[in-house]
């Protein structure tokens, strides 16, 4: 599986970006794309996650829940990561992921559960 991400920049605070993450290859029907940020001096994090296995669940870090949306389109083998009330705090290189397979809920928010990752782009918010 291969991962394309796209659509970060520069923006202001209080402003939106809209993040895309296309997979190719083959994948299992049980699968999970991933949201993940990294901030220069800090560790990777969870930001948000959909899960499709049989239904589909969605998955939120604390910190963006009712800014950030993610939502996945199964034709375009495509997730989204809407953002919005963006903050400084946001600053960050964000990565998507792919758990091929099956998922437990408390992997969903660990890097270490995705064997697949994007290449990151990177989103800056700054007046």
């Known amino acids: 599986v291969q991962l394309q991400a796209s659509g970060g920049g520069l923006v202001q605070p209080g402003g939106s970006l809209r993040l895309s993450c296309v997979a190719s290859g083959r994948t299992s029907t049980s699968i999970t794309m991933g949201w993940f940020r990294q901030a220069p001096g800090k560790e990777r994090e969870f930001v948000a996650g959909v899960r499709s296995s049989g239904g589909t669940t969605y998955y939120y870090a604390d910190s963006v829940k009712g800014r950030f949306t993610v939502s996945r389109d199964n034709a375009k083998n495509t997730v989204y990561l809407q953002m919005n009330s963006l903050e400084i705090e946001d600053t960050a290189a964000y990565y998507c992921?792919?758990?091929?397979?099956?998922?437990?809920?408390?992997?969903?928010?660990?890097?270490?559960?995705?064997?697949?990752w994007g290449q990151g782009t990177l989103v800056t918010v700054s007046s």
């Open positions: 992921a792919v758990r091929d397979g099956r998922i437990i809920t408390s992997e969903v928010k660990r890097a270490a559960a995705y064997s697949y």
